[in-house]
């Protein structure tokens, strides 16, 4: 059967005998398997072993590492915890002749961080057959030969151990030699004398057998060449040479030096040196000299792969007499490989709001040396806000120090650096990119603690009154702004109704034209809201303020305009110069100089007679009365404004120059009907009334005078009051500077003797004015009773 037939047949053996057995080794797992395991097959199951739920395995990020190595010779499946082999496992090549052969393993396990140290024993599988160096071996052995001599023979090699390595061999039967064999040598023994007439050459089959099953065999043939006597073979000066070797030792280093000598002299009694079997990787490092026996570097020896070798030399003299000598060279470790840094987990990107000590990622530290070599030191710079806090074995997790803040910093390029403890020590850094993800931390901001706007009355609905801006350092969603106006009233209306606001720009729109004369300010609230979950805002307080247009002409609130009444105001022919006749009295609903009023005559019957105030409106005569003035007099008053342009307004005054309305003619034929007697007991109601708060106002202002010792003045000799009743409610301004201030109270001349009379009652905007035919008509006798005469009449 052929080296692959037995190879099969071994790999068969060796699955068909798998045994698998698990146990703890101070908290470790450990597993036995074969060598040459199919890939995909199963190891054993972890997630039973560990008593670990397989759902686990998956969210916790199950994995595998080994130290030592480069390959990957198993893998977990996570859906089932099935440890499975990914790679043959060679366990000749991986251990060599090492009675055990133990891969180390480390389970990995995340959220929390936990690892489990795996020991899988590689078992050795009868897959190689014992092997000599050649297929035939040439020895010259001399006649003279005694018998019992001995004669070395190189041993066979077999990559496996133990049992499945050579155990014995067998020698072809034959009349000359025997075969010895000890832990150290075959050799053959002369057990009859050579003679060389018989025999000149002689071939020997020698069989080499293991003690695996199936068993392997390797032979070779023995070609004997029978000389004459060359009775010394080469003898070494040591069985054993040990050597120690540093890595990495340059090309052409001497190792170690092996000696033989013959006692021969001659041509028996030359040596020369060169190996005995000798794997193909070691035969690429090393090289004998033939005539020195100086064993020098030809290739780099790395600790990492092999920490020592083991080979047969053998020293032969001219006539083909051999002898063996074990080498052993140990190569020792040089702190030549740097730390290897492997980021096994991260979290990126960092909430900004994450608190300190939280881990945000898993460091892996490796160093292919041993001792002191591998022992690793590792941090990372000082001016960020992590640290690493050695955790298991060679790992650190990556923890925060303190509190993030995207708007601050945004990202954080961290070096982490890993120092050995060789002489010198070995550096390697590693950079990991962390960025910091926006968290809604922050509501916008307005620019101003507060906004003011200044529009016109009267304008257009949709304009722009001003803008507000916020500012939110948040990204994205996180920082777009969103403005809008707060609930609330203006003037007893939802503020929306006024204004409006755009909600991308903050622009501020009137959605109406505002009115000064309705209110001159009001405040409204924005506020500005991000997109966040959930989101942030904050409000700013925006106050607008109406300028005033000069929009509205002067309305004359006495007299009455002329078409809605008659009515007629009696001047006494007595009257002198500078008389109080009557009196206009207008408002204005602006405010400012554009409700500024002045008082004009445009037209008057008799011009030279009457003047007017030109603030006032109050009528006075600018001469005495004559006997040659007419009767009736019209006046035409305009009232204007100070604005830009003046607006105004005219009223007609009429006036009687009379002491008796009997002496008016049309006065004396006016009807008396019933309906006039309802209306006189409003009048008597009236007049009471008017007299009552007449004299207590008289009273009053006697006694503010009497108590400032300020000498009495006619109530119309200084500054005139304005009737308030004549003030309609939407002329009150909150300032007092609008057109009527203080309460006036106005009595129309009536004269004594007089037949009937015309007259208004003076009161609130709102009531509405007696029509002219409902006028009172009355005997002078009754007026006179009523108010006295003429003459002696107040001034008012």
Sequence with gaps: MGHKGLSALGQIYGIAFFILTLHHVYGDLSYSIPEEMKRQSIIGNIAKDLGLELRRLSSRNARVDFEGTRKRYCDIDVSTGDLIASERIDRDSLCGKKASCVLKVDLVLENPLELQRLSIHIQDVNDNSPQFKDDLIEMEIRESAEKGSRFSIEEAHDADIGQNSVQRYDLQKNDHFILAVDSNKVELVMENKLDREREKEINLLLTALDGGRPQRSGTVVIHVTVLDANDNAPVFSQAVYKASLPENSPVDTVVVSVSATDADDGLNGEVTYDFGHVSEEDGKIFSIDRKTGEIRVIGAADFEEVTSFEMRVKAKDGLGLTSYAKVI????????????????????????????????????????????????????????????????????????????????????????????????????????????????????????????????????????????????????????????????????????????????????????????????????????????????????????????????????????????????????????????????????????????????????????????????????????????????????????????????????????????????????????????????????????????????????????????????????????????????????????????????????????????????????????????????????????????????????
């Design 329 to 796: 060279i140990d190569v020792t470790d040089v702190n030549d490989n740097a730390p290897v840094i492997y980021l096994k987990s991260l979290t990126n990107p960092i909430p900004e709001n994450v608190s300190p000590h939280t881990e945000m990622g898993i460091i892996n530290v490796q160093d292919r040396d041993s001792e002191n070599n591998r022992q690793v030191r590792c941090s990372i710079q000082q001016n960020v806000p992590f640290k690493l806090v050695p955790s298991i074995k060679n790992y650190y997790s990556l923890v925060t120090t303190g509190h993030l803040d995207r708007e601050v910093v945004s990202d954080y390029n961290i070096t982490i650096t890993a120092t050995d403890e060789g002489s010198p020590p070995l550096t390697s850094s590693k950079s990991v990119q962390l960025s910091v993800a926006d968290v809604n931390d922050n509501p916008p901001v307005f620019e101003e603690q507060s906004y003011s706007a200044y529009v016109t009355e009267n304008n257009k609905p949709g304009s722009t009154l001003c803008s507000v801006t916020a500012r939110d350092p948040d990204w994205r969603q996180n920082g777009t702004v969103i403005y809008s106006l707060t609930a609330g009233e203006v003037n007893g209306a939802p503020v929306s109704s006024y204004l409006s606001v755009n909600g991308d720009t903050g622009a501020i729109h009137a959605v109406r034209s505002l009115d000064y004369e309705q209110f001159r300010s009001f405040k409204v609230h924005v506020m500005a809201r991000d997109n966040g979950s959930p989101p942030l805002s904050s409000n700013v307080t925006v106050s607008v303020f109406i300028t005033d247009v000069n929009d509205n002409s002067p309305q004359i609130l006495y007299p009455a305009p002329e078409g809605n009444s008659f009515m007629t105001e009696l001047v006494p022919r007595a009257a002198h110069g500078g008389s109080l006749v009557s009196k206009v009295i207008a408002v204005d609903a602006d405010s400012g100089q554009n409700s500024w009023l002045s008082y004009h005559i445009v037209k008057s019957t008799d011009p030279g007679l009457f003047t007017i105030g030109l603030h006032s409106g109050e009528i006075r005569t600018q001469r005495d009365i004559s006997e040659s003035d007419s009767m009736k007099q019209n006046l035409i008053v305009a009232v204007k404004d100070n604005g830009q342009p003046s607006l105004s307004a005219t009223c007609a005054m009429y006036l009687l120059i009379s002491d008796n309305l009997a002496e008016v003619p049309e006065l004396k034929d006016m009807s008396y009907d019933e309906s006039n007697s309802k209306l006189t007991s409003y009048l008597i109601i009236a007049l009471v009334s008017v007299s009552t708060f007449f004299l207590t106002f008289i009273i009053v202002i006697l006694g503010v005078r009497f108590c400032r010792r300020r000498k009495p003045r006619l109530l119309f000799d200084g500054a005139v009051a304005i009737p308030s009743a004549y003030l309609p409610p939407n002329y009150a301004e909150v300032d007092g500077t609008g057109t009527l201030r203080s309460t006036y109270n106005y009595d129309a001349y009536l004269t004594t003797g007089s037949r009937t009379s015309d007259f208004k009652f003076i009161s609130s905007y709102n009531d509405i004015t007696l029509p002219a035919d409902q006028t009172l008509r009355k005997s002078p006798s009754d007026f006179a009773e009523a108010f006295g005469d003429a003459d002696t009449l107040p001034e008012v």
